[in-house]
């Protein structure tokens, strides 16, 4: 929720650490292109998880039941 001035908790937050905040006009998402290659980047990284994962499972399931156990998915 936007305070009378336009700044949540959180950006009041960031002022008192140092951090500027710089907007963008909305709607105008071309003039910040570096964030939302960022963003792309991100979503296709977490995509390319979940597939992972979700193949990993289904290669170490029998009749829809797991025989992984919590360990299997520790990592060292």
């Not at 949540?8 to 140092?18: A, P, R």
């Not at 963008?24 to 597939?51: C, F, T, W």
Request: charged fraction near 25%; hydrophobic fraction near 35%; avoid cysteine.
């Amino acid at each position: 929720m936007h305070s009378l001035i336009g700044l949540t908790k959180l950006s009041v937050w960031w002022l008192s650490l140092g951090i500027k905040i710089d907007r963008i006009e909305p709607g105008k998402p071309y003039r910040n292109g570096a964030h939302e290659r960022m963003q792309k980047d991100m979503v296709r990284e977490l995509q390319s998880e979940i597939a992972k994962t979700a193949h990993f499972y289904k290669s170490y399931s029998t009749n829809g039941k797991s025989i992984l156990t919590d360990s299997d998915f520790m990592r060292p």
